[in-house]
């Protein structure tokens, strides 16, 4: 059974940075790629940044310049970088890992203020 457990979350004001930290149970190079979504109160889950198993990143034009994900490979944990926080950018960011199936984190809630 695949878990994935976030941290990092919490609350920052508007051009602050947080990193969010995913832990994958087992080696996550088996996933064909790991991401970060977020869901905002009324709107939809939307892809953040994603990173494939063979180290391919890709952002939301949103988030591009001010995110970054990155990856500890020995410690099956992926990041994400949040600079230049805005108020925006508030949301329960969840942790996806893309096999035979998609898997989520139960996620984690950032708020930006202004």
């Known amino acids: 059974q695949v878990q994935l457990v976030e941290s990092g979350g919490g609350l920052v004001q508007a051009g602050g940075s947080l990193r969010l930290s995913c832990a994958a149970s087992?080696?996550?190079?088996?996933?064909?790629?790991m991401g970060w979504y977020r869901q905002a109160p009324g709107k939809q889950r939307e892809l953040v940044a994603i990173?494939?198993?063979?180290?391919?990143?890709n952002n939301a034009d949103s988030v591009k310049g001010r995110f970054t994900i990155s990856r500890d490979i020995a410690k099956n944990t992926v990041y994400l970088q949040m600079n230049s926080l805005k108020p925006e950018d508030t949301a329960v960011y969840y942790c996806?890992?893309?096999?035979?199936?998609?898997?989520w984190g139960k996620g984690t809630l950032v708020t930006v203020s202004s």
């Open positions: 087992g080696n996550m190079l088996r996933f064909n790629a």
């Open positions: 990173i494939t198993s063979g180290g391919t990143t």
């Open positions: 996806n890992a893309e096999g035979t199936m998609h898997y």
